[in-house]
């Protein structure tokens, strides 16, 4: 239980962190201290390929690439970009870049060309870190942009030739003789990140030394009682999400599995080859965990733990998935987002978790839930946007005033966007997003709401709902559906199992669309956007 007053739920007392250390210095010293206790023990695994990387060996190649970040001049205050597929040399390029008192900035892989660019014209880095297969792809938008002096490619062998190897940048020094560079710890930014927000085109999330450093010690905190569970993440690490995990998961000595992408069969291979303990999930892959007859195929009695964030869970999604994972102790969710430095609140204590929720508030965090349209505090169960305040928030973002401005309101709470409420305990539960909700004849429809009653309906694999425009109602609710593997699935059997269990304004007005699957960005949110433009060429389509 987390206590509460004045409509403001506590996570309890702010933790003590190294304020005054480079996060590079933390990792390093954690590290260090990993490898004294236990020299060969392994830190990460790449689940494809079998080829596996000690404590010792990245720290060793982390001081290297490091110093050999330093002889090309990278210091205090750069900005050096990495994008890349999921590989080791990209954790120990990102760390050492960190210790050198640069700031990293992830980018997707899947960036078009102008987002690419919206990107670099936000974080303006001077250096960029990047793939083979990434150059091959986007070298001449790198060249193009006039903040890119060095561009620095992981594996292969460049064929550009100004293009730097990351094997020939590492010049091999002492661990004991790397010196780490100084920072100011509240202001120097350690990662920027990239989120919408609440609205709008992506802006760059400015996390500083102390949100990350406070987010690792939460992690440990939270952690503890584990410490040799071997992880399985699948999260791409230009997100948030996949790059704080990952790292932090290493900061606590977890053996950390990874993947570059899903295919079923070899994630379930992954967690029974490697008798994998913990799954670090986005929604999509606890359901398909709960939906799939594979998982039958495989032996995944190691599972204990389940972590998913990104999106909220039902508790029905929640519970077929337990059914596929024996040993499971359950499904945990965290809640937060890139302005947070990650998770703001999550389950403290398994055997008293509430299924479905979102858990209480980390230490330091104060939460509260607020009107929608009259900005006051609300009590214990009623829903209204989410507000959060703490170590973790964010210092602003970059080069934009004036969306800083707009996201914190006048008692300096980060408004998340994020409809909501907290029960008697001060357990939060995520309804949805604000901006996506429907409006149907100004009554509000929350799209995660209808799609869990979608979720339920036999022959329904996955949904995903929108508002269609409509002149009279103001949106109608529109669903698509896809059907399950040799489901006779009609679009009158979802509208009538729709209507059974909602109410009428919840109802789908705006009909059943069939398609082979959901648009999704690579944490698992569903892009309602994609969505809403199909809708609207299919009513242009009509006219």
């Not at 503890?224 to 993440?233: A, E, F, K, M, V």
């Not at 230490?363 to 609300?378: C, F, H, M, P, S």
């Not at 269609?468 to 593997?485: C, I, N, R, Y």
């Not at 109802?507 to 960005?521: A, E, Q, T």
Request: a neutral charge; charged letters at 20%; one cysteine or more.
């Amino acid at each position: 239980m987390a206590a509460i007053h004045n409509k403001v739920v506590y996570g309890g007392p702010a933790l003590c962190i190294p304020a005054h250390l480079n996060f590079g210095q933390h990792i390093l010293d954690t590290f260090k201290t990993i490898c004294e206790e236990e020299a060969d023990r392994v830190a990460i695994i790449n689940g494809e390929t079998g080829e596996n990387t000690t404590y010792i060996k990245l720290l060793q190649d982390l001081v290297d690439f490091g110093t050999g970040l330093k002889k090309l001049g990278v210091k205090r205050g750069d900005i050096v970009a990495l994008c890349s597929e999921n590989r080791t040399e990209y954790l120990v390029a990102g760390i050492a870049a960190i210790t050198c008192g640069a700031c990293i900035t992830p980018l997707s892989t899947h960036y078009t060309k102008d987002e690419m660019i919206h990107a670099l014209n936000i974080s303006k880095p001077n250096i960029l870190i990047s793939s083979e297969v990434v150059n091959q792809a986007s070298y001449s938008t790198f060249k193009s942009s006039p903040f890119i002096k060095t561009v620095i490619q992981l594996n292969g062998v460049p064929k550009e030739s100004n293009v730097l190897s990351y094997k020939d940048i590492a010049i091999p020094t002492s661990i004991q003789d790397y010196e780490v560079a100084d920072v100011q710890g509240w202001t120097d930014v350690c990662y920027l990140l990239y989120s919408s927000g609440t609205t709008g085109l992506p802006k760059g999330v400015m996390l500083t030394h102390v949100n990350v450093l406070y987010s690792v010690s939460n992690f440990s905190v939270e952690d503890g009682s584990y410490p040799d569970l071997i992880l399985l993440t699948i999260v791409p690490w230009y997100h948030a999400y996949g790059l704080m995990s990952t790292v932090n998961y290493l900061a606590c000595k977890k053996k950390l599995v990874y993947l570059t992408g899903f295919n079923p069969h070899t994630y379930l291979n992954a967690i029974q080859e490697y008798k994998v303990n913990v799954l670090l999930a986005v929604p999509p892959i606890v359901v398909y965990l709960g939906k799939s007859p594979l998982t039958s195929k495989y032996d995944l009695s190691s599972v204990l733990i389940v972590f998913c964030g990104a999106a909220p869970l039902t508790s029905e999604t929640i519970s077929d998935a337990l059914k596929s994972l024996p040993s499971c102790l359950g499904v945990f969710q965290a809640y937060g987002m890139t302005e947070t430095s990650l998770a703001a609140t999550t389950d403290k204590d398994f055997e008293k978790s509430k299924s479905g929720s979102a858990g209480y508030p980390i230490n330091g965090v104060k939460a509260k839930v607020v009107d929608i349209e009259t900005r006051q505090k609300l009590d214990c169960y009623e829903s209204g946007e989410v507000c959060l305040k703490g170590p973790v928030t964010m210092k602003g973002y970059a080069g934009n005033d004036a969306a800083t401005r707009d996201i914190f309101d006048e008692e300096g709470y980060l408004k998340t966007g994020d409809i909501g409420y907290y029960d008697k305990d001060g357990c939060f539960f995520v309804i949805d997003r604000l901006k996506e909700l429907i409006k149907y004849k100004s009554n509000q429809v929350p799209p995660a709401e209808v799609e869990s009653v979608l979720l339920e309906c036999p022959g329904v694999a996955e949904c995903a709902v929108v508002g269609a425009p409509d002149e009279a109602a103001g949106e109608l609710p529109t669903a698509f559906v896809v059907p399950k593997q040799n489901a006779r699935l009609t679009h009158k059997e979802v509208i009538e199992f729709a209507a059974s269990r909602l109410s009428y304004h919840k109802r789908l007005h705006g009909g059943v669309i069939f398609v082979d699957s959901i648009p999704k960005n690579p944490s698992g949110k569903i892009l309602r956007r994609v969505l809403r433009q199909q809708l609207a060429q299919k009513q242009k389509s009509k006219i």
